[in-house]
Structures are given as C-alpha cells and as structure tokens.
C-alpha cells in the first residue's frame, strides 16, 4: 500500500494555484466536471478513446483537458499517472473508478493524489469489515449468513464487488440458494468461485441518501470535527422494478437487480433525524476506525421496513449515482444553500475552501 | 370551541411590521420556514428539545427563533401559547401539528391566530362530514361502507385520524375484514374500539393533486370569489410499494400502507381541466358549508381509474408533506410564477400580501 | 398531400418580425407556450372554447393571441387556417395535433407552415413503415408478428394510432390473443376491423429519452450535419403500474396502458453512448428515408432489457408529454446550456436562431 506521505510528497510539489480536478468519464463525471467547473476549476478527464465524442454532447460538462485512454487498466501506466499529475490532478474516485481500476489496485500502484481518505477502500470493498463497521457505528442491518448452510429465512445473495448489482438474486432456503446459484455461474452472472455475501431478507422501502461530511466547512449538522449534510435521496431503477408488468414464466429477465438509473424522492420529514443520525454514526465509527475516516460525500443504501424502521444494507464512501438526479440542487440543498448545489459541486467546494485555508493536504490521501 | 373574534382580538395586538411565521417543527416545516425568509417573514420554529440539532442542520430553513418544548402537549401550555403570541406568530398548521395537538384541542384551547379557516378541521377531521362535503362538492368518490356487513366487494379500511398511513388495510369480504381487523388490534396497530372507515377499493393511479386557494391574490383559475392555482403533484411512497420485490410469505411487512416518503409527478395536460375543477368544486361547496371557506393549501388525494375517471378518497386542508419534493418550485410553478415558488412560500407571500393590503384579519383564525 | 413549396409559398407572405409560435391547448402546450415566451415570441393557442378558463389558469404559459374551436376538426378550416396565417404562425405539432387533427387531414388540408418535416407523419403513424425506419437505423426492436397466427411467445398488442397506450394488451398465446381482442372491442376500446400491431413482450426497464436533432444550432453531438441533444429522459406512469396493489379478481381496470402521466428518471452515465447512438441511428437513417429528415425534438420508446440492452419500441417524432417534467430544465440540460432549457425553449431557440441566420424555411413544411 502506498503510504500518505508518499501521496503528500507528489502534492507538495503541485502548483495550488492551477489544481485541476479529474475523474474517470464514467459514472457521475458529468456532475463532477460541471460542478468544478462552476467552482472555478479546471477539468481534467480519463476517457476511453471511443467515449469522448459522447462526452462533447455535453460542453458545460466537458473536461477542459482529456487524458484519453484505450483501456481501464492504462490509469495505472506511468505515463498517464504522471500526465494527471502533470496537469495538477486531484482524481475524485467514483464507483466506476473503483471497479474499474480496483481497490487493490489503487491502494497498491496508483500515487496520482486523490480526494479523500484512500482507507476506506478496505472498509468499503470488503464486505466482512463493512459489516463490522456498521457494528461498531451501532447501526441496524440484515443478519448475515456465514455459510449457505446457515440460511433459515430469506435471504438476499450479492457478489462482493458491488459490481452495480448485476448478479443479484434473492432465495429462500439453503436448497434455492444452490440452485440459483448455478443458473448465475453458468449463464456467467457469477465466477465459479466468487466471494458472496448472503444477506437476511428485509422487506421495506429503499432509500439512499445522500451525505457529506466536511472538517474544512460544513453548512450541516455540527459533529465534534467538522459537519454532516444531507444534500438529496434517490430511489435506484432495477429491472426487477418492473416486475409486475410482465409474466411469470419470462420473469428471469426481470429477476434482475442491475441498477440502470435513478429516480427522485423525499422522505417524511420525521425521518430526517434517524437519517442523519444513521449518517453520523457512521462518520464517527470512521475516524475511529481509520483516522481521519470519511471525506466528502458517502451514501449509505437503506430499507425502511414498517416494524424495524431503517435498515442498512450498504455504505457507498463516495459520490454515487443517484446524486446524478441534481445538477442544480436536490428537494434539501436549498435548505442549506443559497446557491445550486450539487455533490459535485459539494466536492469542488470543499476542495477550493481548503485550497483557500491552505490545509488542501488534509483532504488528501 | 375558541370564538374567532376571540382569536382576532388576539391578532389586533400584534405589531403587524413584526409578524413571525410559526410553525412545528416536523411534517413540511423546513419548506414552511424556507419560504417564510424567502418572503422576508421573521420565522419561529416550536421544537422539541431532541430535535433542535437536525433542525440546525438545514440553516437556510431554520427558524429564526425556537419555542422549545418536551413533549407535543406542551403547545397547549399558556406559557408556549404566550410566547408565541409575544412574537407575534402566525401558525402555519400542517398535518404533524393537527395530528399531535389534536382537532378538537386546537379548536377549544389552541387561541394563537392561525393561518385559514379553523372551522375546516371539522370537515376534515370527522370522516363522515368529509363524504357529506364531496356529495355537496358534487366529486366522484368511492362507495362508503356504514358497517363491515355491508362489504360486498373489495374494499379499503382506514382509522379515522390518517395517522399517516399506518394501521390501514385491504379486505376482500366482511369475514376477511373481521381477521385483518383482529391482526391489527393485536399488533397494536389499531386501538380496541377505534373509529374505522370502511371504502369501496378503486383500482387506479394515484395523483396527489396540491392546490392553492387566495381571494387575496392569485394567479391561478378565477373564481367568483379569489383564484385557484395548481401549484404541484405528488405520488405517495408506501411499503406496499415495493411488494413485487418481496415473496408472498414475508409480505406482511410489505402489505403496509404508511407514506414514508414521495416522488414527483406530472398528468398529462389533457386531465388538468378535471384537476383544477376538482379543487374549484371542493372551494365552492367550503365557502357554502364553512364560511369563509378554504384558505391557501390543500390536496384532493385522487386515484384515476381508465374507466371511471378521477375518483376521490381523502382532503388534506392544508399543506401536504408532497409538496416538500418542491422548495424551488414545481414543473407547474413555472407557468404561474417568474421567481422559484413552494407550497411554503406561496403561503407566506398570501400573509404578506394580505399585510400590505390591511386585510390580514381576513386569513386568520 | 400538399407539396412543401405550397407552405413555403405561404411562410414567405410571412412578416418575420412577427412571427408567432402556434400549438393547439393540449399535450405539452403550456410547455411551448412558456418557452416560446422565454423566447421572445408572440404565442397563439388554439383552443376549445371551454378549455380557455383552465389555460387562464397559467398566465405564464397562457398564450398571446387565442383562435377559439369548437372542435378540433375546425382546425382544418379556412376561417381558423387563414386566422394562424394572419398571426404569421409557425405550427408545433403535438401527439394530441396529430392524433386529433389526423395525419392524413394534417398532409393533405392543413397548409399553415409548421415547425418540422411533415414527411415524418407518415412514417411515424404507420406501424409498418416504421419498422422499417428501425431496420434502415440499425436499432434493435422486438419481433413483429404479421398475424396472431405467428404468435408463438408473449406479445404486446397496440392499436395504430398510438391513443396514449389505451386499449393496448399483453397476450401470452395466439388463443389469448383472440380472447382478449373480443374483449375489448366488446368494451368499446377497439374498434371492429382496426389495425394492430402485435409485437413480443420484451421485459426491462422502461426510459423515454428525449432528444433535439437540430441543423440550424446544436450544443450536442456533431453528425455529417448538425448536432444531436439528449435533454431528458421520463417514465410513463400507467394504471398498470400500480397493479401491485390490488386484487387479482378486479385485475381488468389496472390492465391498461393509458399513459396519465410522467416521473423523472436518469440512467447510468454509462448508457448515455447507447443512448445517443439511437438517436444518432434515428436521425441519419430519416435523412436518407425522407429528407431533410428528422428536425427537432424526438423521443424513442424503450426497454432496457438486462441481456438484450435496450430495445426500441417507438418512436415520437416529436415533443413528448415526457419533457412537461422540466419546464425549467432537466438533470441533463445544464450539461448542454447555463440558462433554463425546457423542449418547448428549445423549439422556440431553434427558430429564434434559424430567423436570425435568415433561414427559417429549412426548418419548415
């Protein structure tokens, strides 16, 4: 693992005055890029040689420079991680950058200075240490099954990677677990010996909101360091969303929890302090468990079941999708902001006021 | 019952420069207050004690002064009562402060000028005054059940008091009423000897139509007496809304119909005729039953069935925590207003312009 | 059918300092009315006289001059012709235009200029042409049926005339088939000998993108000519889509497909290149089949099928209801512009534009 100091080493020798920010286009880029943008940055973004006439379809959202690429593992070449750092990158991780990329990867081999604490990567992508830190946050989640032995009720089955939930299925017992199971393997849903996660079954209404926390300034809720906003929730689209449209016999298709977009929702306001308290909990566990713990934005994947209230299923320590719903603002930022505000924005911000504080190494790892 | 001349003298010994816009904090305050500084109002947030914290975390939308109290009954207290009317307040009541001070407390004890026609909580409260308002209103709505004998199809049950959603079920025959009924008492869900109403079920598409009435001003539909605008639409989410995801066994946490949250909608253009005469019948037959009448916000709750139309279940007479999906403004808000324009905000705009009309006395009781 | 030099004959009697943007009060009307508006543009509706009120309602979307009908077939009149052509009005065709006015009556006796290709009328509104415009685009669409006979999987049954999806049905067999086409003409929602199409039932997720093919100025995607926009994508919400919350037994009213209305949704930034190489397809393959081929906006009608990808059902030549969610701008628009852009904006920008480059007859026949 590359250690911080070496990150802050490459850091040193950037100029401030001309930091650009850069993501992978993929995922929220769009966001990311309009958001720096309207904060005054200048955009650097990673781009599949075949992609970039579509990222010209959209020029308020364009990056101001393109490191193109020809695959998703060329990030790691020397060449294109000295280009970023060339053009003074601060590289904004998104869930594309991650898979793609691979935690590992970017723990390992990848020095270009990035926004945000690089150890969440091991609490975030190993699901057994994401579990313990939902213990030690004290929050509610599905009882997990060590074993498929172990399954006594219904459960839910993912893969380890996230993977934007392609693969997922839900069973309900030990023997459709295997059975399911197989059909996944063999129309190659599921690699012959990939690491699953089989979650109790909750019944509820998801929702995803999302959070950001901030030591440098926060217009949110005042924590012991630094202040946590809720900035929006979304809904996420699967296929299985529209299951009830069609028949059961050609259900397979829809059986399927790919996340293919979004949609905008808000909760009862009642809500709001078991959301946000689910949010701290959260940032508190991290500084404990890896200093100085959670920057920027996260968003935690919820059910809200009518006997047990709300469930967490996952944590997502970085910007997702669902914030793709907000270029201009969410139902909630107008509450804590005058002016549009989007989590790429957010981060933009973030990163400007400390550049402005002189403390832009501590959002850095 | 509180004499509304009672509740003007009170109102005659406001400092009118000075008005406060006041409300509890919970349901769709955030948007209340948001709109109330937005109009320029002085806002005062009545907050319970744990909640003060989350509340700050929403600057923009946090009161400008807290009445706080430990528990919902307080509001009754002379002492909270005092202190409001010492700033000057106007109460802004929207469903959480109905539901937890109580209809008939805040007709006989409740003396802080409120914002409407306080006579509505009558019509509104009592079920059976409700149906005997849409007859006169001359709306669509579904079959009503006197006693669970006379089910003799599919039919929905409710408690008297909304509560949010939770306690209601479906029934496909008076023997399956008296079994669902027995679950939820002995869920404790539904009290021993609780008032119920029994409705024929209607299949179709929910539209949460939210309407704003002013013979103040409006830019809306005229009216004989002021005008009526569409400012916005909701869907309600429940748990029931996520069923298809589940399995038939485990549904019971499913089969529940608490709104946990909303989504934004539009109707096609060619319903809005029937929408907007839907809110001027509603008004007309208020102005007849309860002189003056509605004042500002309220939301017909509608289903629209293919062969039968809009049909009608619930008023809210008030603002519906729905319109929290829109604190800048909603995709009809357009047509209607140049600036951003809530529910909230619309409200407070009636108050101040009533202010500079010398005619505030005309919104209260 | 009237030869374009006919209407260009007429647009150049036009006073083009003058000109007025027309639509008939239906569909997306308040949407066009307030862009134009926006624009700068005198506005006319045309508009059943007992529809006038409830446009009044909107007074930023209510149009600058009315030509009152009695029915929508007065449209074809010369007295209500002659009176669009004295305003010097450029026609937006809207699904309900179309549907109500008819293609045929639209091609042959409507001479007022209009805003687009008319060709595309007929190779929109018959079904079979309109395959074939897919298989020239490349796109990928469900299998056709030529007759219930050649049923032999799941299949969705629409009328020709789109009617906003009333009368559609889903069968699962030839015998089905039949049974329920009895059905429904026995209920009046299709007619006796009408033409249908018959397509397989292809399961997924529902998205509606919108696009804008523009010659005269684009922001988008750079083709041979002009540029493409995406600049939002809807849900239609159908009473099916709440089929979920009944009963088996009362089934028939939720099996319907009647569109009431629309929820915004994004997708996953990864599909953004699939989606606009559809519209890429769409718009090169009409340029060659009848040029000048598509103008404007568009929408395709697909599934995103979790094997297949996304499977294109339709297509709208033309602005959808869809687009009325964003009058003030879509999750995508700031992407594209800095100032609020809706479709209806946008047409009005297109032949703001097209004016002051002295070429607004390309954008019309």
């Given at each position: 693992m590359i250690d911080r100091n070496e990150i802050?080493?490459?850091?040193?020798?950037?100029?401030?005055?001309?930091?650009?920010i850069a993501t992978l286009c993929s995922h929220s880029s769009l966001q990311i890029f309009h958001g720096a943008k309207r904060e005054g940055f200048r955009t650097v973004g990673i781009c599949l040689a075949d992609r970039v006439k579509y990222y010209q379809a959209f020029p308020e959202a364009f990056p101001d420079e393109l490191v193109v690429i020809d695959n998703?593992?060329?990030?790691?070449?020397?060449?294109?991680?000295?280009?970023?750092?060339?053009?003074n990158s601060i590289i904004i991780a998104h869930g594309s950058f991650v898979e793609y990329v691979g935690s590992k990867n970017i723990l390992d081999l990848f020095y270009v200075p990035m926004y945000g604490n690089r150890l969440v990567l091991e609490w975030e992508g190993d699901?057994?240490?994401?579990?313990?830190?939902?213990?030690?946050?004290?929050?509610?989640?599905?009882?997990?099954?060590?074993?498929?032995?172990?399954?006594?009720?219904?459960?839910?089955?993912?893969?380890?990677?996230?993977?934007?939930?392609?693969?997922?299925?839900k069973v309900s017992?030990?023997?459709?677990?295997?059975?399911?199971?197989?059909?996944?393997?063999?129309?190659?849903?599921?690699?012959?010996?990939?690491?699953?996660?089989?979650?109790?079954?909750v019944a509820g209404v998801r929702y995803y909101p999302h959070y950001f926390y901030s030591q440098i300034y926060s217009r949110g809720l005042k924590l012991s360091k630094g202040?946590?906003?809720?900035?929006?929730?979304?809904?996420?689209?699967?296929p299985i969303d529209e299951v009830y449209r069609g028949y059961p016999d050609i259900i397979p298709d829809y059986l399927d929890y790919t996340v293919t977009g979004n949609q905008p929702v808000v909760v009862r306001e009642s809500f709001l302090p078991q959301i946000?308290?689910?949010?701290?909990?959260?940032?508190?566990?991290?500084?404990?468990?890896?200093?100085?713990?959670?920057?920027?934005?996260?968003c935690i994947e919820t059910v809200y079941n009518p006997r047990k209230g709300f469930m967490v299923f996952e944590v997502s320590a970085r910007i997702v999708a669902g914030t793709n719903l907000y270029p201009e603002g969410s139902p909630y930022t107008p509450y804590l902001f005058r002016e549009p505000m989007s989590t790429g924005k957010r981060i933009a911000m973030d990163i400007r006021v400390a550049l402005e504080k002189g403390i832009i190494s501590s959002l850095i790892y």
């Open positions: 802050l080493s490459v850091l040193s020798r950037y100029d401030l005055k001309k930091i650009s998703y593992k060329d990030i790691l070449d020397d060449r294109v991680q000295e280009q970023l750092i060339g053009l699901r057994e240490k994401q579990f313990k830190w939902f213990e030690k946050a004290g929050l509610n989640f599905p009882r997990i099954f060590r074993s498929p032995d172990e399954i006594d009720t219904y459960a839910f089955v993912k893969v380890y990677g996230a993977r934007g939930g392609r693969g997922y299925f017992s030990r023997e459709d677990f295997y059975k399911k199971l197989d059909e996944k393997i063999k129309a190659g849903l599921i690699g012959e010996n990939e690491k699953l996660v089989i979650q109790e079954f202040g946590l906003e809720l900035l929006s929730i979304d809904k996420r689209i699967e946000l308290d689910m949010g701290v909990k959260l940032v508190e566990s991290s500084i404990e468990l890896f200093p100085p713990g959670l920057i920027g934005p996260f």
